[in-house]
Structure formats: structure tokens, C-alpha cells
């Protein structure tokens, strides 16, 4: 445990689970749709559901998905800048069996015709988990750099990812892999200890069998850089 996990993280408040983990949240959709975000549903369940106005769960989703972190000040002003933005978005809630009580969906599309589906929980001290991505089970936290490709179901396909990872010098901390039947599209989430550079990324994007790829970059976070591809 660090300072910051006592202290909790700098953040507009009231609550680090319901108001910082939420920024996370739509921060992390809009990173891995890979575009400005256009429409979006946002699914409430659970403590974010029945207590979230309060919390200004609502308002920091918005304001993550408009690409604002947890300090941002503009955070409770989230409605309006969406509108300024063009962002239209709808909140409801929704019941998830098993899932964790601080837990949202966000249904969003985006520029040039991208789409993602994603379900996040806050764990509390504005950590946050993401638990599903179009519909496929993951579970990655945003704390190291990620990689997400999704990819053809292939022979060869992740050897031919993490080789060329390693001849980088960029070493795999944890790796998920899914897919939704065999010979048809795959999901790889790589998270690494080291940083990508853009043509890196630029570079794996163009392998063989290689549909998308996005980008999370934990070292750049504060300035907001993250790729797509």
C-alpha cells in the first residue's frame, strides 16, 4: 500500500468510489473507443445507481467520456459541456447479477463510425476495474500501459504480437485473451510494463489479422495522450 492508497487520489469530490472511479470510468471508455465520442448510454447498477446524483456519479461520467480526469474542475459543469461539446447521452440504471454494487455500463459510439461496449466497476480510492468489453469477460485495471486488439482467430496470432513485443524490449505483465468462437474474432488485452511509442502501436496495428487496436498509456495519462488505431 502507498500514500495514495490512504490518502485516496486528488480528485473533485465528494467521494473517491462514486466521483473519481466514475471520471475513470468514462475516461477509459473514451479511450478505448478511439475517438470523440458522439452518443452514449450510460447504465447505472448497484450504490452508483441509487446514490450517484448525489455523488456526481453522473456528472463524472459524463466528464470522463468528455475527456476529463478526476481533478478537473469542470467535473460538476459535465451536462453542460457535453452540450458545448455535442455529446448526447442518455443515464438510466440497469440490474447486473453478480456484479460488483459500484459498476456502470457505457454504451457509446463515436467519430468514423466506432463503437464500444463497456462494463467498469470503482473500487474505492478512484481505482477501477474494467469488467467486460463488447461483451467479453476482462478484467484489467488501467495500471499498467494496455493494449487492446482484437484480432482474427488464428494460428500464430498472439506469438506473432508478443514476439514483436519482445524484439522492443517491452515486457508483458498480465495478458487476457478471449474470443467469441473458434475462427472467428479474438480479443488479446496486454498490459506492459514498458511505454509504446505512436509508431510502435503504428506498427502492430499492420500485422496480419490485426483488426484494431487501442492504446491506453498510463505514462501519458496526465496529459491525456492515448493512440488508436
Known sequence: MDIFDILGPV?????????????????????????????????LHGSFAETG??????????????GMKPDDLRIPFAFEEAKKQGLDYTIDEIELPDAHPNTAVIDVDGEGGTHLLMQASSLG???????????????????????????????????????????????????TLCRRKRGGDALMVIETD?????????????LEGILSITYYDKEDDDDGSQFDA
Open 194 to 206: 514498458q511505454h509504446l511509442l505512436l509508431h510502435q502501436v503504428d506498427f502492430l496495428r499492420h
Open 11 to 43: 480528485m473533485v469530490g465528494p467521494s473517491s468510489s462514486h466521483t473519481a472511479g466514475a471520471a475513470r470510468i468514462g475516461f477509459m471508455a473514451r479511450t478505448l473507443l478511439g475517438s470523440r465520442p458522439l452518443t452514449a448510454r450510460i447504465h
Open 53 to 66: 446524483a448525489g455523488h456526481g456519479t453522473d456528472r463524472a461520467l459524463v466528464g470522463g467520456l468528455l
Open 125 to 175: 480510492g478512484g481505482r477501477i476495474m474494467v469488467n467486460k468489453l463488447d461483451g467479453i469477460d476482462v478484467n484489467f485495471t488501467g495500471a499498467y500501459n494496455t493494449l487492446v486488439i482484437h484480432n482474427q482467430d488464428e494460428n500464430g496470432a498472439v506469438a506473432m504480437v508478443t514476439g514483436l513485443l519482445n524484439q522492443l524490449g517491452v515486457n508483458v505483465a498480465n495478458m
